[in-house]
């Protein structure tokens, strides 16, 4: 073979599209066409000066020293190829690899596969490195691309203005970036990507103890099984979660599911890669029925334990081969700067870590401190300790002497910031780590770079920090050694409560930094309630349910958020006046709209009294507004306009324009249950002349809604119309799900359009009612207006328009509603 060029390199792979079924078409003269192909491919090759490095089955890999050469090859070459039946695609990757006895070792050549990977046949694809260095003016750029390894996104240009389809990369995932590349494996990811493609596997769980690469093969397996997943590839990390019933709702925030995850989901062909569920093992029922409930959904979980349930294909995931271990090692190191040339010393390491990924990882970063032999000698002995007792897996008692090794290198300073992190369910913030944890960014650093730490990006560009759960679970138990576990977990219970507190505000006006600050939080602040149930002091655990009521009801878990209301009337005696405060307006507003309308009435009065004797003002006025509609909705028409004009004066008194507008909102709700229709929706049309410079949509959508809602229970459908389309739009445009129900029944009481969409948009209302579990607002007038449109209809009509309407999915109901007030 000539010498391989050395330098800047420029790598060209090319593989037969559709190699099977051309097989099938030609038949015996399929092996003429493929000596044709190789025959052609070869000829352009080396009149560009191309070395050819390898050759397996139909696929080429070409080295070139110029740019411009291999393009110009990869040209030529399917020019010739144009006549024949054979169609190829190319990928073209510069690059500065290592060079071997064996060959080229490194990064750009897994690239340069991947790109051409990417490809559809007669295209030829090259990375923004290598289309810089050819000076051609006839490259397409096609954008940033995720190819397959999940590195981060890479810019792709394409040889030609041909139209191809979309490029074979990952378009619909939330695949995290690995900071590290895939290394070895070739055989467990050719294994477990096959299960992945099969129409008669559709959950596969990846078995084995920790630190074996689970996550990391389901990972890339997953990304290599895009194309048989349209409708998306989507992780769901599961670590963070201390309770197996939030399991299936956890994969539904990751989907942005907007009601029943399995109606959701439906008919659409995607992958689930549930990761770390050995404990919450107990939704191993829950997620076997959905698979059940789904046609075309594939489940993919990596447990250290299998989930026992029917259809289910277990994987083991065994250790790294040899080569594929030291391969490993060898490239962590190589990232530190330090050459590993595989001598007798490391490939025994590599043995003694029984080729465990994690293992490996931890030992690789301390290579610049200690050669192989030293590493091999050090650990080896701690090794050794481990050997005994048959209570555990061997491959674990290894990675659990790592670990221990890594941390027994630490200084004390390390060693502390190690543990204390442990206290963090879901990642964290400097801002956290610090405050919590007396981090410094020094120390933070060195666990990074001793593998020990991760970093991945967060809301609003903050960097948070995480750990593996095996090494989390580790830190741990040095948690409890040093006796700090309360200490941290009660820092870490104060600081999610004033965080939940400062969010709310922020969150209820629309901000949605304060939105997905909560949404990164939350399994920190689902470990932060847990933790204060089990202690004396429910103070932290009031602000949170303060603070996150209205964040549990809009991303839909108002069950959840039930649990911890209930919790905190339970509390709220024992507590401090503000929080109890705080707390109990928190449960009575989850209280009020989907659990215990009495119960909330009762807390609403001992709130006023509170209130009154202590303040604040605009505190008691907003309570006030709500205890004076909760008493309308109960008959007590006198009361409510005693206590809905009392919060008029204070908050007119007070001057805030969003204030006024609420308590002529609650005005207005006291004379709609009391049948003045009229003056409900003057009140209404007045309050919303105090929101419309404001920067509060949420309250401007209400108030349209229930001004629409007055004027059709007038008598004017024209002038509910665009008062409803206006409520509808804004409700859209907010996320508001809770609102949609609602806003339903009221349009298609209010639509001329013709009773057939008025039951659909009854029908569809329903179904979202039973997905949320919360009751029908005004359920007497949505009879009147069920008897109406029955009666318009008949049964049959009625019926079928019915059941169409609860298949409705949720975007096609809102635009039906849409069109029914054009």
Partial sequence: MPELPTGTVTFLFTDIEGSTRLLHELGDAYVDALAEHRRVLREAFERHGGVEVDTQGDAFFVAFARASDAVAAAENGQRALEPGPVRVRIGIHSGEPFVTAEGYVGLDVHRAARIAAAAHGGQVLLSQSASDLTGRDDLRDLG?????????????????????????????????????????????????????????????????????????????????????????????????????????????????????????????????????????????????????????????????????????????????????????????????????????????????????????????????????????????????????????????????????????????????????????????????????????????????????????????????????????????????????????????????????????????????????????????????????????????????????????????????????????????????????????????????????????????????????????????????????DMLADAGKFDEARRLGGEALVLRRRLGAPWGIAHALGSLAMVEFHAGDFACARALNEEAITFLEDQSVPTNLAAGALMAGESARRGGDRAGAAPLLERALRLFQELGQRGAFPEVLQEIAAATTHGPADAVRLLGASERLLSEMGVPRWDPADYEQTLATLRAELGEAAFDQAWAAGTLLPEDDALALAARCLD
């Fill in 144 to 628: 940033e691309h995720r190819l397959k390894d999940l590195t981060a996104p890479e810019r792709i240009w394409q040889l030609g203005d041909v139209e191809f389809p979309h490029l074979k990369t990952l378009y619909q995932t939330n695949l995290p970036v690995p900071a590290t590349p895939f290394v070895g494996r070739d055989r467990e990811l050719a294994e477990a990507s096959e299960l992945l493609v099969r129409d008669d596997v559709r959950l596969v769980t990846f078995s084995g103890p920790g630190g074996t690469g689970k996550t990391r093969l389901a990972l890339q397996a997953a990304a290599a099984a895009a194309e048989s997943y349209p409708e998306g590839i989507w992780w769901v990390p599961l670590a963070p979660l201390a309770n197996p019933s939030l399991v299936l709702p956890t994969a539904g925030e990751v989907l942005g599911a907007k009601g029943d995850l399995a109606r959701e989901i439906d008919a659409k062909r995607l992958l689930l890669l549930l990761d770390n569920f050995e404990h919450v093992i107990d939704a191993a029922r829950e997620v076997g029925a959905l698979v059940g409930a789904c046609r075309h959904l594939t489940v993919l979980v990596t447990s250290r334990e299998r989930l026992q349930v029917a259809g289910e294909h277990e994987y083991p995931v065994p250790a790294m081969a040899s080569l594929d271990g030291l391969e490993l090692f060898a490239a962590r190191a190589r990232a530190l700067g330090i050459e590993i040339d595989g001598d007798q010393a490391t490939r025994e390491l590599c043995e003694r870590l029984d080729n465990l990924p994690l293992a490996l990882e931890l030992a690789a970063a301390r290579t610049k401190v200690f050669s192989p032999a030293q590493l091999l000698e050090r650990l080896g002995q701690r090794l050794d300790l481990f050997k005994g007792g048959r209570d555990a897996d061997p491959r674990q008692r290894t990675l659990r002497a790592t670990i221990e090794w890594s941390h027994d290198l630490l200084s004390p300073e390390e060693q502390r910031l190690f543990a204390r992190l442990s206290v963090f369910a879901g990642g964290c913030g400097y801002e956290a780590a610090e405050e919590i944890c007396e981090a410094n960014e020094d120390t933070l650093q060195s666990l990074l770079d001793k593998s020990l730490l991760r970093r991945r990006d967060g809301p609003a560009g903050e960097q948070r920090y995480w750990m593996l759960e095996t090494i989390r679970q580790f830190a741990a138990e040095r948690l409890d050694d040093r006796g700090e576990r309360e200490a941290l977990a009660h820092r870490h219970a104060e600081w999610h409560a004033e965080l939940a507190d400062r969010m709310q505000d922020p969150m209820r006006d629309g901000d949605p930094d304060a939105t997905a600050r909560l949404t990164a939080e939350v399994d920190n602040v689902r470990t932060a309630l847990e933790w204060i149930a089990g202690h004396d002091d429910a103070r932290p655990g009031l602000l949170i349910v303060w603070g996150l009521w209205y964040f549990w009801v809009t991303r839909g878990l108002v069950a959840e958020g039930l649990r911890w209301a209930r919790w905190a009337v339970a509390e709220a005696p024992e507590a401090t006046a503000r929080e109890r405060t705080y707390g109990l307006l928190g449960a009575s507003e989850l209280l009020r709209n989907f659990g215990d309308p009495d119960l909330a009435l009762r807390l609403k009065r001992e709130l006023v009294e509170q209130f009154r004797e202590v303040g604040p003002e605009r505190r008691l006025a907003s309570t006030l507004g709500d205890l004076a």
